[in-house]
């Protein structure tokens, strides 16, 4: 959540991708950005924190000058059921010769704005031409019944499926009966004694009043959140899936 957030992960992600032995890292850039949505400046600074590829979400188009970026498709993406005429692509190849990935970035449509293609479709299309044995697919969306949905559909096609959007970390990461790694959604980097990082405060008021109030996000006490997928012998396959926490 903003540069709270994203000085967060420079602060922390160097050293947990040595003592996890991480080989590859994806990140929701989804308001990395001051207020909302991801902005170049936002997006740079991640990737020089160590990040390898950046999905979005909802908030993917809201700043303009990240258009350019998107549409270069250098390791971030937006969702893929977008309009096909949204800047950008919904999906990436890290193409590293000893393990490619690819990372697939798709948004629900339940309790979500503006109406979307399916996800359910998107990905079956998507897969059909996707040359690549390991995929991650982050779903951005509001739903946890959509999510486990889609994980459910996906299960057995893809190495994981990975929830985002709602902030608050799940306590269901698993191995789906198939064997695709799935957790409803992953955390934030944002404030711990916030609301989905917002000062809490201003979330009260809005809340408790419906007017309209200018949110401000917490810059205190940040806590990184993710996953760690441990990929074992069987290609395309996790082994284990583990929720990260640092506070």
């Known amino acids: 959540m903003g540069q709270a957030g994203c000085e967060k992960v420079r602060r922390e992600l160097p050293r ?15 308001n990395s950005a001051e207020g909302n949505g991801i902005t170049p400046y936002s997006a740079q600074h991640l990737f020089a924190s160590g990040v390898d590829v950046l999905t979005t979400g909802n908030h993917a188009l809201r700043r303009r000058d990240v258009y350019d970026l998107l549409e270069e498709g250098n390791g971030i993406v937006r969702p893929a059921n977008f309009h096909p005429s949204a800047p950008g692509k919904g999906w990436f190849l890290h193409d590293n010769p000893a393990f490619p990935f690819a990372v697939v970035n798709l948004q629900g449509r339940v309790y979500m704005d503006p109406p979307l293609a399916s996800p359910f479709d998107t990905a079956d299309a998507l897969l059909s031409k996707i040359d690549c044995t390991n995929i991650l697919v982050d779903f951005h ?3 946890t019944a959509e999510m486990l ?18 902030h608050v970390q799940t306590a269901d990461e698993r191995l789906l009966p198939r064997g695709t790694a799935y957790i409803t959604d992953a955390g ?18 809005r809340l408790r009043t419906g007017l309209p109030v200018r949110f401000q996000n917490d810059p205190e006490q940040i806590e990184l959140c993710g996953v760690l997928l441990v990929f074992g012998k069987t290609p395309g396959k996790v082994e284990r899936i583990e929720r990260v926490r640092v506070p």
């Open 188 to 205: 934030m980097c944002g404030g711990r004694d916030s609301i989905l990082g917002v000062e809490k405060e201003r979330a009260i008021e």
């Open 149 to 166: 949905a889609l994980g459910h559909y996906l299960d057995g096609r893809v190495s994981a499926v990975i929830g985002t959007h709602t």
């Open 16 to 30: 947990l991708k040595k003592e996890l032995s991480a080989g590859i890292v994806v990140a929701n850039g989804e």
């Open 141 to 143: 969306a509001e739903a």
